[in-house]
């Protein structure tokens, strides 16, 4: 997959792509649907996403509490296994949101990227203060030269399918469900960085990674895959995951800190990715440390039932 983050100098053979347009925030059942339909719309182009970075959400908002369910490299990993050979991770700045809802199309879509044909959900708005309507969109590629196709929302039994929706159950403890929405288990990538080795000196050792932009999940206990994505011990694991603040040990940064079963060795720096499967429970603060260690133990006893059962 190519990552094209300028839409003004664009080499000739990352143009003529049939493209979806999104933001693409945990690339869910509904954005994979998009997809489909871009991947089908024309067979001899090549499979696009055009994305931003940062979220505009972020942009308009920097101070509003994290809501991101993947990172860029998450989305980016994602979207590369679903086959899309050309990503426009544009930059969201103050250039690209005061275009109007036609220069949008002109010169990013048209112009810029040389785009074939766009896929945007019914419900997508663009251009300065969201005022460009997908059917607008439909209007603006009849006179610039682009195909548009205009996708339905998707909804799974109960509800439409969408980043919000699936924040809210992840906030609940409900990441199976978020899963029936993502199409996926709900994953928190990146580096495991160094930590205060609590976990070690109580016979449970855990590799810590960060959690900063990202939606947090219900704080607590959770049954979990483990993906080590690199280096000497690249492989799928299992183990128990405890994503909070620790409040045991006072006042700390949220994380989350992940206790990989039957494993030995240094993942220190090493990319992983964890799979949310199931809530157990809440944080608590034990009297002491044998409790604490008891319950860690009978949580580790639960997780590996739920896990043999997948």
Not at 154 to 173: C, F, M, N, Y
Request: glycine fraction near 10%; charge should be negative.
């Amino acid at each position: 997959m190519r990552i094209i983050r300028d839409y003004q100098y664009v080499d000739e053979q990352d143009r003529g792509a049939s493209a979806a347009i999104g933001n693409f925030d945990g690339v869910h059942l509904g954005h994979q649907s998009v997809i489909d339909i871009a991947r089908k719309a024309n067979d001899d182009a090549p499979l696009g996403i055009v994305t931003f970075e940062p979220h505009p959400r972020e942009f308009f908002a920097p101070d509003a509490p994290p809501f991101r369910l993947t990172s860029a490299e998450t989305r980016a990993n994602r979207l590369e296994k679903l086959g899309v050979e050309r990503l426009y991770e544009l930059p969201f700045n103050a250039t690209l949101s005061g275009l109007t809802p036609k220069d949008f199309a002109r010169d990013v879509l048209a112009d810029g990227l040389g785009l074939r044909h766009v896929v945007v959900g019914a419900d997508f708005c663009f251009g300065k203060g969201r005022k460009g309507t997908a059917e607008d969109l439909q209007a603006f590629g009849k006179e610039m030269g682009f195909d548009v196709t205009i996708a339905p929302l998707v909804r799974d039994a109960e509800t439409q399918v969408s980043s919000t929706e699936i924040r809210k159950a992840l906030t609940e403890g409900r990441p199976r469900d978020a899963a029936t929405m993502l199409g996926h288990w709900h994953r928190v990538d990146g580096p495991v960085i160094g930590g205060d080795q609590r976990g070690r000196d109580l016979g449970f050792p855990t590799a810590n990674m960060s959690i900063d932009g990202l939606h947090p999940p219900k704080f607590g206990v959770y049954a979990v895959l483990v993906d080590v994505l690199e280096g000497p011990h690249q492989g799928s694991y299992q183990g128990a995951a405890s994503v909070g603040v620790r409040p045991m040990f006072g006042v700390n940064k949220a994380n989350i800190e992940t206790h990989i079963f039957d494993f030995s060795g240094d993942l220190y720096g090493t990319e992983l990715s964890i799979a949310l499967i199931d809530f157990l429970r809440p944080e608590w603060k034990f009297d002491g440390l044998e409790a604490l260690v008891a319950q860690i133990d009978a949580d580790c006893a639960t997780c590996r039932e739920i896990l043999a059962a997948l």
